[in-house]
């Protein structure tokens, strides 16, 4: 049971604000895979109209993560199949994304996401897995924005977009916490030494480990036996 009622704030888009509370409904689990999410329910709880909620859920309908049913929409879960498409195309995504933050980044964004580091860092400390999580995607954010390949960054924050539940959940690990610290801390140090290479290599290291333990991942779930 939810103690406090999430509900939109003055300012920014409607959709946006709702897009944001529908997803952390779902990493905190209020909304599970196969339950059903019907707009009268979510604008009720959000305090706005139908009209916001509904733009909020197609996007969500866009990225996979709902699907329209009758006058609904039903949460979808992520197969290992999806997690690993996903993660294939940050492979080709992210790398470069990584290269172009180190030439293109100005110093203060560089300062930003060396505060967005500092922040995962402390929440990590905390064990508070709520704040760890708004903090990596405040990095994943400016990191996507220092990049000024208008299409490249475009393309990777939708990608992004696509992770924000899946991360929520791997994060609850801690060991997952501490590979992730470990990773930025290498990409902060090569974008902020000017070194482009070395950036999109890290970024690569890092997506090749998530690939290979969503790879094990989904070998593991196809050998468990299907229940009758």
Do not use: W
Request: glycine residues 4%.
């Amino acid at each position: 049971m939810m103690s406090k009622t999430p509900m939109v704030t003055r300012g920014g888009l409607l959709r946006d604000q709702v897009y944001d509370l529908i997803t952390d409904d779902m990493k905190s689990s209020f909304l599970v895979p196969g339950q059903r999410v019907p707009e009268l329910v979510l604008a009720e709880r959000y305090g706005v109209s139908r009209t916001p909620v509904r733009e909020a859920l197609i996007k969500l309908q866009r990225e996979g993560l709902v699907e329209a049913a009758g006058r609904g929409y039903v949460v979808l879960e992520t197969t290992s199949e999806e997690l690993l498409d996903r993660l294939f195309v940050r492979r080709l995504l992210d790398p470069q994304v990584a290269h172009r933050a180190a030439l293109d980044g100005d110093d203060a964004q560089i300062k930003s996401l060396q505060q967005a580091l500092q922040a995962q860092i402390a929440a990590h400390k905390a064990d508070d897995h709520k704040a760890f999580v708004e903090a990596n995607q405040a990095f994943r954010q400016l990191l996507n924005a220092m990049c000024r390949n208008a299409i490249l960054s475009r393309c990777a924050s939708l990608v992004d977009e696509q992770f924000r539940v899946s991360r929520s959940k791997i994060h609850e690990d801690a060991s997952s916490r501490a590979q992730t610290i470990r990773h930025e801390r290498r990409l902060v140090r090569a974008i902020t030494t000017r070194n482009p290479d070395e950036a999109a290599e890290v970024m690569s290291d890092f997506l090749a480990i998530l690939i290979a333990e969503a790879t094990k991942l989904a070998t593991a779930r196809q050998r468990q036996p299907h229940r009758a």
